[in-house]
T-cell receptor
Framework: GQSLEQPSEVTAVEGAIVQINCTYQ??????LSWYQQHDGGAPTFLSY????GLEETGRFSSFLSRSDSYGYLLLQELQMKDSASYFC??????????FGDGTTLTVKP | DTEVTQTPKHLVMGMTNKKSLKCEQH?????MYWYKQKAKKPPELMFV???????INESVPSRFSPECPNSSLLNLHLHALQPEDSALYLC???????????????FGSGTRLTVV
């Protein structure tokens, strides 16, 4: 089976940097994805790491260490609109993505 | 077109009703998915279609019946549901169902289902 762990809640102020960690245990690992979901909305794909290292997309970056079964999402220059739930998800050779329980990010003024 | 369209957005049905949820994508994606999401919980995989064939059924009760009429359409037929089946049902698509080229899913906005 698969298991993922991420913090349940994170709070930060506008303009700050926040890192959301994700550790996973799975077989047939292909990559780690990150999704954002606002209340009442659908998940939106943010980034995907298949290889070790950092991927940068604007204010968001994602990192993967396959040897440590660990990744993180880094959000810079936080804005109020970044308040949302963030899910990490493992993609496996079984052809599916399994989601972590999600981290609720609250950005305060 | 970079969207996944789901209809209806909201659905209230009785336990004896039969209804269908519909999903459409025109991105050329060859894998399509149904997920179920309860409040404050992560999306839970139900079914995966890869190249229009059912490839994964996550032990979903038979009162949920998926159908993939063609590469752009995915349906979920509902019959004799229980109140505990009330949830947000999300459709998603991706380039392929397997392999490292799976760059992430595009989700529809979901159907909020209430079973009474």
């Amino acid at each position: 089976g698969q298991s993922l762990e991420q913090p349940s809640e994170v709070t930060a102020v506008e303009g700050a940097i926040v890192q959301i960690n994700c550790t996973y245990q799975t077989s047939g690992f292909y990559g780690l994805s990150w999704y954002q979901q606002h209340d009442g909305g659908a998940p939106t794909f943010l980034s995907y790491n298949a290889l070790d290292g950092l991927e940068e997309t604007g204010r968001f970056s994602s990192f993967l260490s396959r040897s440590d079964s660990y990744g993180y999402l880094l959000l810079q220059e936080l804005q109020m609109k970044d308040s949302a739930s963030y899910f990490c998800a493992v993609n496996t050779n079984a052809g599916k993505s399994t989601f972590g329980d999600g981290t609720t990010l609250t950005v305060k003024p | 077109d970079t969207e996944v369209t789901q209809t209806p957005k909201h659905l209230v049905m009785g336990m004896t009703n039969k209804k269908s949820l519909k999903c459409e994508q025109h991105m050329g994606h060859r894998a399509m998915y149904w997920y179920k999401q309860k409040a404050k919980k992560p999306p839970e995989l139900m079914f995966v279609y890869s190249y229009e064939k059912l490839s994964i059924n996550e032990s979903v009760p038979s009162r949920f019946s998926p159908e993939c009429p063609n590469s752009s359409l995915l349906n979920l037929h509902l019959h004799a549901l229980q109140p505990e089946d009330s949830a947000l049902y999300l459709c998603a698509s991706s380039h392929t169902g397997t392999g490292q080229a799976n760059y992430g899913y595009t989700f529809g906005s979901g159907t909020r289902l209430t079973v009474v």
